[in-house]
């Protein structure tokens, strides 16, 4: 029994080898990987089943690419005869889903040149900057959306503007709008940026507090939530080991 028995039948050995790879890229309970080694064929069967067979609806995202990246390239010939502010926000959100963030955040710079009425593209723009790292430019964006609408994207846009001040030097402004957006928001990435920010300050036991609030939603969260949440997991796990050894 086990994985030696994927030896006895090449197909043994495929649905062991798919469940390994699944488990190893989305990363789910770590009991699994003893369920797929110990069980073989079997735990594996039972391992796709309930682990991997829910993630199809994710895996259906990952087919948007195609038309996405198809509309893309409509939208960079349409600019050079059309270069308006919609054509280019159109192009920007593209590249955006896409995760090319600097070629959104300058096609946003363009669609902002030319129209300045809606909060939309200073907040994508706002997030761009956030993932490449330029937290000062990220903090003029964001100031923008957040003093005209406290509660855009759910609080998302509080919770960045907090991340973006943590990262510019400005602590105090941080923890002010995290505590604000956490008294609604229960977003993992505002959680584990507030846990970030009071780790740096030494603060272990808040920080490990708020890091916990996240695997606490863990038991709770329907399986297709749960599978989205997963990164941020991870994050709280890591950082939580990384306090404890300090």
């Not at 089943?49 to 990246?69: I, M, T, W, Y």
């Not at 600097?102 to 997030?127: E, H, M, N, Q, W």
């Not at 990262?167 to 977003?187: D, H, W, Y």
Request: aromatic share 12%; net charge positive; hydrophobic share 45%.
């Amino acid at each position: 029994m086990g994985i030696f028995s994927a030896f006895v039948s090449p197909w043994s050995f495929i649905v062991i080898a798919l469940a390994i790879v699944h488990f190893i890229r989305r990363r789910p309970d770590t009991y699994w990987i003893y369920i797929i080694l110990f069980l073989g064929p079997l735990g594996a069967t039972i391992y796709l089943f309930v682990e991997a067979l829910p993630d199809l609806g994710l895996l259906r995202q990952s087919f948007k690419v195609f038309p996405r990246r198809r509309r893309i390239h409509e939208l960079e010939a349409a600019v050079l005869d059309n270069p308006s502010a919609g054509n280019y926000e159109e192009l920007a959100d593209l590249y955006m889903e896409d995760g090319n963030f600097a070629k959104a955040r300058t096609c946003y710079d363009r669609a902002i040149s030319s129209r300045t009425d809606s909060l939309d593209p200073f907040y994508r723009r706002g997030v761009c900057e956030v993932e490449l790292g330029d937290f000062a430019a990220a903090v003029l964006d964001l100031e923008r959306v957040v003093n005209s609408d406290p509660g855009y994207d759910f609080h998302r846009a509080k919770g960045l503007l907090a991340h973006a001040y943590a990262n510019t030097g400005q602590p105090a402004k941080a923890e002010q709008l995290f505590r604000e957006a956490t008294v609604i928001s229960t977003s993992s990435e505002t959680y584990y940026n507030f846990a970030t920010l009071l780790a740096s300050q030494g603060r272990t036991a808040e920080a490990r507090e708020w890091a916990q609030k996240i695997l606490a939603k863990k038991p709770t969260m329907p399986g297709y939530l749960r599978r989205r949440e997963r990164p941020w997991f991870r994050k709280a796990n890591t950082l939580l080991l990384r306090l404890r050894a300090s």
